[in-house]
C-alpha cells in the first residue's frame, strides 16, 4: 500500500489550493483519513480527518477555511485550502487506515508529504 500526495506549492495569503492523496496497493477497506502538517521546529499537528461515514474534525486554526473530502471509489483524500495564511506554511502528510491483504495487514499509512508556503 503507498499514498502519495500533491497539490502544494507557493501561494500567497488570501489564494487557495487543493491537496490530494491518492491510495494504491492490494487495498480492501479504507477507514479514517487525515491531513496532518508540520512547520519547521514544529511538532507535526492534526489539519483535519474525515471518518468512513463522512464525519469530519478541524484543528481550531483552519475551521471554516479548509475542507477535507474523500471519495472510496478511487480511494483518495482531499483537501481544499481557502483563505490561505502565512502561519499554514508547512510539510503536509497525508494518512489513512487501511485494511489490505497481500500481505493481511489493518495499519496507519502516511505518505511522503507536500509542501505548502504562503507568503505574505
Known amino acids: 500500500v503507498q499514498l502519495v500526495a500533491s497539490g502544494g506549492g507557493l501561494v500567497q495569503a488570501g489564494g487557495s489550493l487543493r491537496l490530494s492523496c491518492a491510495a494504491s496497493g492490494t487495498i480492501l477497506g479504507i477507514n479514517a483519513m487525515g491531513w496532518y502538517r508540520q512547520a519547521p521546529g514544529k511538532q507535526r499537528e492534526l489539519v483535519a480527518r474525515?471518518?468512513?461515514?463522512?464525519?469530519?474534525d478541524y484543528a481550531d486554526s483552519v475551521k471554516g477555511r479548509f475542507t477535507i473530502s474523500r471519495d472510496d471509489a478511487v480511494s483518495a483524500l482531499y483537501l481544499q485550502m481557502n483563505s490561505l495564511k502565512p502561519e499554514d506554511t508547512a510539510v503536509y502528510y497525508c494518512?489513512?487506515?487501511?485494511?489490505?491483504?497481500?500481505?493481511?495487514?489493518?495499519?496507519?499509512?502516511w505518505g511522503q508529504g507536500t509542501q505548502v508556503t504562503v507568503s505574505s
Open positions: 494518512t489513512a487506515n487501511i485494511l489490505s491483504r497481500a500481505p493481511w495487514r489493518l495499519g496507519d499509512y
Open positions: 474525515i471518518t468512513r461515514g463522512g464525519s469530519t
